[in-house]
């Protein structure tokens, strides 16, 4: 796969409510343009960075490409270089697996070497690589620079309202997972913000949802379930522009019919999203904050 310096895509105060909750997630339009519809912007949706074994390429014709399995972790897939970091443009890669760990991608050939070898040809032996991160927006205009060092180690990028918001997975390390956001400038080379969140390896992978909130505000929210201790939410609001955090809410979530459920949600189809609390048993809604004055603040509901 090609690689080089410099790659252009196409592609506050705080507060803390500890009460039993469980969170919902919902699609967001993009400020300004009233649509609850457009795709909701979570990582959960799209790939991020791992190891693949690849085992052959083609030049990308335009016809459907043969989607990858979880069900089947070792049944072979195609995925599209242009929608890679490090990918060729106008490339197809068919590849075996996809993992966090480099030992497990290691494994993985190993089997492919031994007991696959009817998936690949000698004048193209499969071997253990990176396809980098997911380029996530399709036609973006923003600049991937790899000079910046955030970059590369992504495990994806997304341009949305004239900046790059690329997330990256530190995996395990020292007892703990952490999760950052950057939002990079359009040029590709100034960090504005960086959000964060850590999370013990014991729990599972934190996902992130991005929301638009103003031209210049976004909020991140960070989830992951803990063994035996339900889901943690942590919902971060930036000025990136000012380069300023201006409000958190972290929650910690349960579960049963009295659970009070966090969601963010476009409620009056306005583009700008609302944090709807409601009752999980019932759906009776309790609270709801809406953006006013550069905050999130609690509105009277009926």
Same mark, same amino acid.
């Given at each position: @796969?090609? &690689?080089?310096?410099?790659?252009?895509?196409?592609?506050?105060?705080?507060?803390?409510?500890?009460?039993?909750?469980?969170?919902?997630?919902?699609?967001?339009?993009?400020?300004?343009?009233?649509?609850?519809?457009?795709?909701?912007?979570?990582?959960?949706?799209?790939?991020?960075?791992?190891?693949?074994?690849? !085992?052959?390429?083609?030049?990308?014709?335009?016809?459907?490409?043969?989607?990858?399995?979880?069900?089947?972790?070792?049944?072979?897939?195609?995925?599209?270089?242009?929608?890679?970091?490090?990918?060729?443009?106008?490339?197809?890669?068919?590849?075996?697996?996809?993992?966090?760990?480099?030992?497990?991608?290691?494994?993985?050939?190993?089997?492919?070497?031994?007991?696959?070898?009817?998936?690949?040809?000698?004048?193209? +032996?499969?071997?253990?690589?990176?396809?980098?991160?997911?380029?996530?927006?399709?036609?973006?205009?923003?600049?991937?620079?790899?000079?910046? +060092?955030?970059?590369?180690?992504?495990?994806?990028?997304?341009?949305?309202?004239?900046?790059?918001?690329?997330?990256?997975?530190?995996?395990?390390?020292?007892?703990?997972?952490?999760?950052?956001?950057?939002?990079?400038?359009?040029?590709? @080379?100034?960090?504005?913000?960086?959000? &964060?969140?850590?999370?013990?390896?014991?729990?599972?992978?934190?996902?992130?949802?991005?929301?638009?909130?103003?031209?210049?505000?976004?909020?991140?929210?960070?989830?992951?379930?803990?063994?035996?201790?339900?889901?943690?939410?942590?919902?971060?609001?930036?000025?990136?522009?000012?380069?300023?955090?201006?409000?958190? !809410?972290?929650?910690?979530?349960?579960?049963?019919?009295?659970?009070?459920?966090?969601?963010?949600?476009?409620?009056?189809?306005?583009? !700008?999203?609302? !944090?709807?609390?409601?009752?999980?048993? &019932?759906?009776?809604?309790?609270?709801?904050?809406?953006?006013?004055?550069?905050?999130?603040?609690?509105?009277?509901?009926?």
């Amino acid at each position: @796969m090609t &690689s080089g310096n410099e790659r252009t895509s196409r592609v506050s105060p705080v507060g803390r409510w500890t009460l039993s909750t469980v969170c919902a997630l919902v699609a967001l339009g993009a400020p300004g343009q009233g649509r609850a519809d457009e795709a909701r912007l979570c990582d959960s949706d799209w790939d991020g960075q791992s190891f693949i074994v690849q !085992i052959g390429k083609r030049k990308n014709d335009g016809k459907p490409l043969q989607p990858y399995d979880p069900s089947q972790p070792m049944a072979p897939y195609e995925l599209p270089g242009d929608r890679y970091l490090f990918g060729e443009r106008g490339k197809v890669y068919r590849a075996i697996g996809r993992f966090s760990d480099r030992k497990e991608g290691e494994e993985a050939l190993r089997k492919v070497e031994t007991e696959m070898t009817y998936l690949y040809t000698n004048s193209y +032996p499969p071997f253990l690589t990176s396809p980098g991160a997911y380029l996530v927006t399709e036609s973006p205009i923003c600049k991937i620079d790899r000079r910046n +060092p955030v970059i590369d180690p992504s495990s994806w990028i997304l341009e949305k309202n004239g900046v790059l918001l690329v997330g990256t997975d530190t995996g395990c390390t020292g007892g703990k997972r952490t999760k950052k956001v950057t939002v990079v400038s359009c040029d590709g @080379m100034k960090n504005l913000v960086t959000d &964060s969140v850590a999370a013990s390896c014991e729990s599972n992978r934190v996902n992130t949802c991005i929301y638009p909130v103003a031209p210049d505000v976004f909020a991140f929210e960070h989830y992951y379930s803990q063994p035996g201790s339900g889901t943690e939410v942590r919902l971060r609001i930036y000025d990136v522009r000012k380069k300023k955090r201006l409000q958190s !809410i972290d929650r910690s979530n349960d579960d049963g019919p009295d659970t009070e459920l966090m969601k963010v949600k476009d409620v009056d189809n306005d583009g !700008i999203p609302e !944090i709807v609390f409601s009752i999980a048993g &019932s759906g009776e809604q309790t609270s709801m904050l809406k953006w006013r004055k550069g905050k999130f603040l609690e509105v009277k509901t009926p």
